[in-house]
């Protein structure tokens, strides 16, 4: 029955119903996403086993076996080898590692600045924020790739550098949303009613506007994923990210695609891992879009 | 005549209204409030009433200095709320409280009912943790909603419900005064009336002074002790609840008045009713003189000339209106 | 014969949460001329009774589980083809609705959308049309409607918009025009207004209202009679001053006892206990029985079907039907 609206006798003996949160409701709603869950569950067993690489590749990536150069998938290597005899399996993994923690890093970078600059700007309003989103909106129209080669010169080659890089372009979206979404925020009423009780700013940002911006957070975090990964993959393409003999997926995918013709194993399978794992983390997104959406929930 | 427990001297709300990008420059003024004055009592009961645009939402939030007053003076207690700023305000925010129209909005999704009472009791006062689940369920007690629910999310509750949770915040930092926004415009007829009793029982009991803000004249009229009609910024008429609605003064306030429906089917289809032409004025282009004027069955030509002053016609009662000795 | 005869109106919504029978076994009829007003608060059905009428129930998730909708005799508006219903719809059959700020296309031009239904239904060339669409913004009272015909909705207030609204409704002579709270979302003076307007032209032309409102006060001064709504079923039903003289169902009284106007002053409003059911779940018995300060231990197992009590009134109440029951006015 729906909870009474009476005013019941209050004894010592009653028992707290237990509450429901809203990311409660959400989980709920994300676990009946097959796609999402699908794509969910692909991408842990992948960071998995990319992360353990060292433990579970069956070659390191950087062995050379010159005699043997580049050869189909066998019983030895299963997903061949590459022209300088190493083992692409192994390659893959170790490249997942760079791929992923560069895609991690670089968002978490991105988020962070983002919230925060997206939620000053939102909060304080009026010329403050007409400042710093025009601000953003020169940064945006600064051609990335130009400033990460000057960075990559000026700075030399370096992994750290990378995500920093992309991270640094990817905030500005975020701030984006995120100033959006407090602006909305604002004008809802328990913001004004957290102001009428005397709260402090402080408080008010933190209790009130971060937790409720989360939601949108997860969701656009989720989706700057593989974004940064293309990015790197990009870089590493053209030869800016990671240089041999450590791999990402964009070298592998870079080195596949010379040899394409004779050895078309070695763009296929790096292909394919990467865009399984982009379409994986897009369907996690969507699904946590949806599940999300608060204009979904009840009333 | 006692000193007045909240005064309003010429409060004036303007918002400008700006245009250009970087270098913003004044096309024009909103007068949302634009010169009211008022008294009250301690423990009174205030009714606001008015349409969409008369500024009563605005009033109601300048007085507790949600936005700040363009100029006047809010006294409460004898102190000035519009001179304070910053620490000194905030402090002051124990003494007045808002109950909103949107039950929904109200309340922040992401905290219980506890989370929620737990912070407006500690906003200006420390309470020991072991000391505050007593002091929630007591508050929750107050306003009727049983102490079982002390968990649970504002979604998990109906509307009635979710207006008494913001109710029993409002009371929890003991204010003096209480704005109360169209509080039950968002909800059920059925529920309407719980939600009035619950507030006008409150404010007896605890001693409160009630601005009671709607649309619903009849709501109003069965809670206020006085009533204040406002149109486009100012009050054109004020007095007991009772003397205003059995004897309007003002033309507007009785083309309200006659707007209500009678639930009484005879009275109802046979009745006499005041039809305004046109529509409610703009607030970005009011219209000279008095603003009621291009809607005013009893309009003369003086009446578009000058702006008629809030004036007593007898004891307790205030009109503003060029006309009221001839017309009443 | 009537010009609208509903019979055993079900309309389910398929949700996550499990089936709601929004409408749960609706009959009525209406003749022509005839204003009937349904009068309940939310989740009672009363929107989606018409709307499933009108073919604007959106499927899924809902589902007109059965029922038939007579017009004129002829067709039965549940179950016609689309074609068929779309030569009914805004030609015989015109609906106005409460929020007149999305109810117009805000790309359109005033006169574009007045003159439409004309257009579509093959009523009138073009400049006769545009003819027809200027006299009928004139009848709702939109001042120097030749130029004004010519704005955007983003131009005219709330209440002109309604006016805009009624215009487009009332172009083609409707036999039967469904106002679904067309005043709620209105100021108090502009709702007197707009009362005043359709009332006239309801005169005017001689059509049939059904007017939907949670308002009891508007419905009495407006319609001939009226119908109460609760939890999906009509629990009460007769002209309008015998359900305000002698009201026949628990419901109906205590909405009347709630009307703020009617109660002294001091003394605390009458209220009704409890909330109204949640529809998700199957309802045993009288839906009101748990709010019903009359309901016996027999309200709550057996469900009551819709009698008449007297001449030309029904009621839903099992105590009512058996005589147990009866108050004149609802200050009793």
Known sequence: MAAPAQPVAITGAEELEAGHSLWQDAWLRLRKNKLAVGGGVFILVLALASFLSPLIAPHSYDTQNLALGATSPSGQHWLGTDDLGRDLLSRILYGGRISLSVGLAATLVAVVIGVLYGTISGYFGGRVDVLMMRIVDILFSLPFIIFVILLMVIYGRNIYLLFLAIGAVEWLDMSRIVRGQVLSLKKQEFIEAAQALGLRRRRIILRHMIPNVLGIVIIYGTLIVPRVMLTEAFLSFLGFGVQPPMSSWGTLISEGARSMEEFPWLLIFPGLAFSSTLFSLNFVGDGLRDALDVRASKD | ?328 | ?332
């Open chain 3, 1 to 332: 014969m009537p010009l609208l005869e509903v019979n055993d109106l079900q309309t389910s919504f398929h949700t996550r949460n499990g089936i709601v029978r929004a409408v749960n076994g609706v009959s009525f009829s209406l003749e022509r001329g005839e204003t009937l007003g349904i009068v309940g608060e939310s989740g009672s059905g009363k929107s989606v009774t018409c709307h499933s009428l009108m073919g604007l129930v959106p499927q899924p998730p809902g589902r007109i589980e059965s029922g038939t909708a007579m017009f004129d005799g002829k067709t039965d508006l549940l179950a016609c083809s689309a074609r068929e219903l779309n030569v009914i719809r805004g030609r015989r059959v015109a609906m106005i609705f409460q929020d007149p700020m999305t109810s117009l296309n805000p790309f359109m031009r005033i006169l574009d959308q007045l003159i439409e239904p004309l257009l579509t239904h093959k009523l009138a060339r073009r400049d006769e049309a545009v003819k027809r669409a200027i006299e009928m913004l004139e009848l709702v009272g939109v001042p120097d409607a030749a130029h004004r015909i010519r704005s955007y909705p983003h131009e005219f207030s709330g209440g002109m918009r309604q006016r805009v609204m009624i215009a487009m409704a009332l172009v083609t002579k409707p036999d039967l025009l469904i106002a679904d709270e067309p005043t709620t979302a209105l100021d108090v003076t502009v709702q007197a207004q707009i009362l005043e307007l359709i009332k006239r032209s309801q005169q005017q032309l001689g059509m049939a209202v059904i007017f939907i409102s949670h308002d009891l006060g508007v419905v009495s001064g407006f319609c001939d009679r009226v119908q109460v709504m609760y939890a999906g079923r009509i629990v009460e039903s007769a002209r309008t001053e015998h359900l305000f003289r002698s009201p026949r169902h628990p419901y109906n009284r205590a909405l009347q006892k709630s009307i703020p106007a009617l109660q002294p002053k001091g003394a605390a409003l009458y209220t009704i206990s409890g909330m109204p059911p949640d529809m998700s779940r199957p309802v045993q018995g009288c839906a009101f029985a748990p709010r019903c300060e009359f309901a016996v231990e027999a309200c709550r197992v057996r469900e009551v079907p819709l009698k008449e009590v007297e001449p030309g009134h029904r009621s839903a109440c099992l105590r009512v039907q058996e005589k147990q029951l009866q108050w004149e006015g609802a200050h009793v």
């Open chain 2, 1 to 328: 005549m006692s000193e007045p427990f909240l005064e309003l001297k010429e409060v004036r709300t303007h918002f400008p209204v700006e245009h250009g990008i970087l270098f913003r420059h004044r096309v024009g003024t909103v007068r949302a409030v634009d010169g009211v004055s008022l008294r009250l009592q301690r423990g009174e009961v205030l009714g606001l009433v008015g349409e969409s645009g008369c500024g009563k939402s605005t009033l109601g939030r300048t007085i507790l200095q949600l936005l700040p007053p363009t100029e006047g003076a809010v006294i409460l207690a004898g102190k000035n709320l519009a001179e304070l700023r910053g620490g000194a305000l905030r402090e002051a925010r124990a003494d007045f409280q808002m109950v909103f129209q949107d039950p929904y909005a109200s309340l922040n999704p992401r905290m219980t009912v506890f989370d929620t009472l737990a912070e407006a009791i500690g906003a200006h006062k420390q309470v020991p943790s072991a000391e505050m689940p007593a002091r929630v369920a007591a508050l929750m007690e107050k306003v009727g909603l049983s102490r079982r629910f002390v968990k649970k999310y504002p979604h998990e509750f109906s509307g009635g419900q979710r207006q008494r949770i913001a109710i029993a915040r409002a009371l929890a930092v003991e204010p003096k005064l209480i704005v109360a926004d169209e509080p039950v415009s968002a909800l059920d007829v059925s529920i309407q009336a719980q939600i009035i009793n619950l507030l006008a029982g409150l404010s007896r009991e605890m001693r409160l002074t009630l601005i009671f803000i709607s649309h619903d004249l009849s709501v109003v009229k069965h809670i206020s002790d006085r009533i204040a009609v406002m149109y486009l910024g100012k009050i054109v008429e004020s007095g007991p609840a009772a003397g205003v609605f059995e004897k309007p003064l003002h033309p507007y306030t009785k083309a309200l008045i006659s707007a209500v429906a009678i639930p009484d089917p005879e009275r109802e289809k046979k009745r006499q009713r005041i039809i305004l032409s046109g529509d409610p004025p703009s607030p970005l282009r009011p219209p000279s003189g008095c603003a009621f004027h291009p809607r005013c069955p009893d309009a003369n030509a003086d009446c578009s000339r000058v702006t008629p002053p809030l004036e007593e016609f007898q004891t307790g009662r205030e009109v503003a209106c060029l006309r009221a000795r001839e017309i009443s």
